[in-house]
T-cell receptor, first 115, second 112 residues
């Protein structure tokens, strides 16, 4: 049963520390998305990639966030330095968009707490 | 992508049909209507999508009005496990970027 895998599931860190979240998209999917969810803002789109190339990262705070896809099986979201306001659940999603149904498959999320 | 409007919350009795409305009056001709749901603490889950025809799958039915300005998601026999936040999203054609912009959704509470 294919699924999007995210690590870590939970992370507690102190302000100023670097945080890296990883995502393994479903094999064969060509588009990967990063979302962030908080109670106040709901689900926000941070960035997304098509065939490993960044399409849009306008939703990310540029000074501290970076997203990459070093290869087709790995997407990373890095925060450096982390701040308490970055506390949220971060979701990765993948899909076969071009010529596909447009359905996105979401991972179970990485819950980040920055103290 | 067009904006959607959904009621913030709804209740439904277990075993009855749940009808969740969505308004998308500014939808354009090549935009699809997608429905996702999010059960507490889990990632969003795809339910169904459509362009202008009504659609049905094993989870739900999607009814889109002829002018495409509104739609209704129907869960035919709601169970307690259908309690979740339901998101109606309008997005570009399936061959487009595929990005989804989530609103606040409708919290559906299925009661015994």
């Amino acid at each position: 049963d294919a699924r999007v895998t995210q690590t870590p599931r939970h992370k507690v860190t102190e302000m100023g520390q670097e945080v890296t979240m990883r995502c393994q998209p479903i094999l064969g999917h060509n588009t990967v998305f990063w979302y962030r969810q908080t109670m106040m803002q709901g689900l926000e789109l941070l960035a997304y990639f098509r065939n490993r190339a960044p399409l849009d990262d306008s939703g990310m705070p540029k000074d501290r966030f970076s997203a990459e896809m070093p290869d087709a099986t790995l997407a990373t979201l890095k925060i450096q330095p982390s701040e308490p306001r970055d506390s949220a659940v971060y979701f990765c999603a993948s899909g076969l968009v071009a010529g596909g149904t447009g359905e996105l498959f979401f991972g179970e999320g990485s819950r980040l707490t920055v103290l | 992508d067009a904006k959607t409007t959904q009621p913030p919350s709804m209740d439904c009795a277990e075993g009855r049909a749940a009808n969740l409305p969505c308004n998308h009056s500014t939808i354009s001709g090549n935009e699809y209507v997608y429905w996702y749901r999010q059960i507490h603490s889990q990632g969003p889950q795809y339910i169904i999508h459509g362009l202008k025809n009504n659609e049905t799958n094993e989870m739900a039915s999607l009814i889109i009005t002829e002018d495409r300005k509104s739609s209704t998601l129907i869960l035919p026999h709601a169970t307690l496990r259908d309690t979740a936040v339901y998101y109606c999203i309008v997005s570009g054609s399936s061959g487009n970027t595929g990005k989804l912009i989530f609103g606040q959704g409708t919290t559906l509470q299925v009661k015994p």
